[in-house]
């Protein structure tokens, strides 16, 4: 979230055309008004409208709003990141961009409110939320900033990207086009705080030790956050204990104590799912993530097919591309780690998706034709598809077993008794990379799984090397038939590439002069995992516990994914119970987790049964031809 926004101010110069975009440039060409834009119910929202001196014609404005301020703060101080590559191409354009602190953050006023729920019967001047207050900055900039052209767009990545899921719901009539861009969604369900109910500890914590600070007064200095005491993320967190000790960390912290008070899906986590309103949107939308996105991979994907669903008359588009959180808007988007994909497909995206979007509903330039219902790049092979629906209509939901001797199958397993079953030990949580470092790393979701292996509490499932190619596009499905000798555990699913044993870049592909250059032979490449909190397993409203030495069921659904396994390569799954410290750990007895003390913690003996009877499967979303 705030690790990518607070980036982009460090900024960098781009040669445009021979011309350099720079303080000089935007002086020169670009105003700065600053301005306290009244809501309805009277608040005043702080507002930064940057604006073409070119009067010859009237411009469009694109908008976004943040919790992230908008600073620098001052008439004539220009941010920084109108410098990085997308904002200059709107510059270029003589686009009027307005930047805004949301109600209760930094300069504006108010009180704050995470996630905001969306109000859909508005009765009163004081029923507020994000969408009301993007419908009074909208009617307010279009009444008054001279020269615009009435037509006005909002984007915004991560919890930006929440914002203009709101914008599109204020449906004003001058808003033309809004691009939610790895938004956030569901926090219980997926993205930052929670998947499928298990705690994203290290980005929680890290993240809202600062952020969630209260602040008694407007403000244009930011909070601080938690200083860490070492640079072994695992051996901090590990040392803390219970998730309860951590409290005394976040003791000013409302929202924290709240999630805290909230371990299950009730109203409350509902009333924050940003897709529960999505219905008669007007708007164009432009949907984007990344495949590899650490934070918000979740709320994309299914942003998307909420809009789909619920407002089948919405101009919906759809962009996924190999890319971390908002690599699509810094870098080229030509390699994650390791991992290279041949074309610089951030360029590729600004250029030829969202750039052309933008202008051709907010200045009525060029055509959308282009711009295909989905826009995906598939991993493995490297390319874009163009594709009119996602998933894809010629997608087939299809069973890979796992069997004796570590394998994995395409036919169902043909012997009656059979399982493989591993420790896992809270002390001794796996890690979720080999590296030792204070934050969690982006490139984590591409990294090689070889140290995961080679653990005896992670278990490794592969298929032979494939005789052709395997393309997936789509939901992947896991069928876990498992039994505990305790009440409760975490399952976590990795879906693996595992590169062929003499496989080597070749450095004219892409990234030349990438240093260091990661052995590729063998690389075992992390292409979508997932945890699932085991007491969530029938409801995430209402856990329920493991009668020990039961076989059970456990299914769940993996974020989308879009990847083709080459031939020559091999399909991998591994099986573990712990991801640490990137979800917190279960004490493998059914409590409430939240509340549970660091005696609660205790070993758990799991069997996965892959015998006729209980056959343990995932579904796949292969491609067929």
Request: aromatic letters at 14%.
């Amino acid at each position: 979230m705030s690790k990518y926004l607070l980036s982009l101010f460090v900024a960098f110069c781009l040669r445009i055309n021979s011309q350099t975009i720079d303080t000089i440039w935007l002086a020169k060409n670009y105003t700065k008004q600053e301005v306290l834009i009244p809501m309805r119910d009277g608040v005043k929202l702080f507002t930064a409208i940057y604006a073409p001196k070119d009067a010859s014609e009237k411009h469009p404005t694109l908008m976004m709003r943040t919790p992230y301020s908008c600073a620098p703060y001052g008439k004539n101080k220009f941010t920084p990141r109108l410098y990085t590559s997308h904002w200059v191409n709107y510059l270029k354009e003589n686009y009027i961009i307005v930047l805004q602190d949301v109600r209760g953050k930094f300069m504006s006023e108010g009180v704050f409110e995470d996630v905001r729920p969306f109000i859909e019967n508005k009765k009163t001047k004081k029923d507020v939320d994000e969408a009301s207050d993007t419908y009074d900055a909208i009617e307010w900039m279009v009444k008054n900033i001279p020269n615009n052209n009435g037509n006005v767009g909002v984007f915004g990545i991560s919890y930006p990207g929440f914002y203009s899921t709101m914008a599109a719901l204020s449906n004003h009539p001058a808003l033309k086009a809004v691009s939610p861009q790895a938004p956030v969604t569901d926090w219980f369900m997926g993205d930052d705080f929670h998947h499928n109910g298990a705690f994203a500890l290290m980005d929680g914590f890290g993240f809202y030790s600062g952020f969630g600070k209260p602040r008694p007064k407007p403000t244009t200095q930011f909070s601080k956050g938690f200083t860490f005491p070492e640079k072994d993320n695992y051996n901090f967190y590990l040392k803390q204990g219970a998730l309860k000790n951590f409290e005394k960390h976040m003791d000013s912290v409302r929202f924290w104590k709240e999630m805290m008070s909230h371990p299950n899906y009730d109203e409350w986590w509902k009333a924050r799912d940003a897709r529960r309103a999505c219905k008669n949107i007007k708007p164009a939308m432009l949907v984007v993530g990344g495949t590899f996105d650490a934070e918000d991979c979740y709320g994309a994907w299914n942003l998307y097919k909420a809009i789909e669903k619920q407002s089948p008359s919405t101009n919906n588009k759809l962009v996924m591309g190999p890319w971390f959180h908002g690599g699509w808007h810094r870098g080229d988007g030509a390699n994650l780690g390791n991992v290279r994909f041949g074309s610089k497909t951030s360029l590729y995206y600004q250029e030829n998706i969202e750039v052309p979007f933008f202008n051709y509903y907010l200045k009525g330039k060029g055509s959308v034709d282009k711009i295909a219902e989905a826009s995906i790049f598939f991993g493995g092979e490297n390319a874009w598809k163009q594709l009119d629906a996602w998933p894809p209509k010629n997608g087939e939901m299809t069973p890979v077993f796992f069997d004796n001797g570590n394998k994995l199958s395409f036919s169902r397993p043909s012997q009656s008794e059979s399982f493989s079953k591993y420790i896992s030990d809270p002390a001794k949580p796996v890690p979720y990379g080999e590296s030792l470092l204070v934050g969690r790393t982006r490139e984590y979701m591409s990294d090689d799984q070889r140290f995961a292996s080679r653990r005896p509490d992670v278990l490794v499932f592969e298929t032979e090397i494939l005789n052709s190619d395997v393309s997936m596009a789509g939901t992947i499905i896991a069928d876990l038939k498992v039994s505990l000798s305790t009440s409760d555990a975490d399952f976590v699913v990795k879906v693996i590439d595992v590169f062929p044993d003499n496989f080597s870049y070749d450095t004219t592909y892409c990234c030349k002069g990438l240093k260091p250059e990661g052995e590729m032979a063998g690389y075992q490449m992390l292409v979508r995992g997932e945890i699932m909190r085991g007491k969530f397993r029938n409801s995430f409203e209402k856990p329920e516990a493991f009668e020990p030495g039961k076989v059970e069921t456990v299914k769940f659904e993996l974020p989308d994914v879009a990847h083709t396994f080459k031939k020559g390569h091999k399909l991998m799954v591994q099986i573990q119970s712990s991801w640490f410290p990137l979800f917190d750990r279960n004490p493998q007895q059914f409590t409430d987790i939240y509340k549970c003390e660091d005696k609660d913690f205790v070993p758990c003996e799991i069997k996965l049964y892959h015998n006729q009877q209980m056959a343990s499967s995932l579904l796949l979303p292969i491609l067929k031809n």
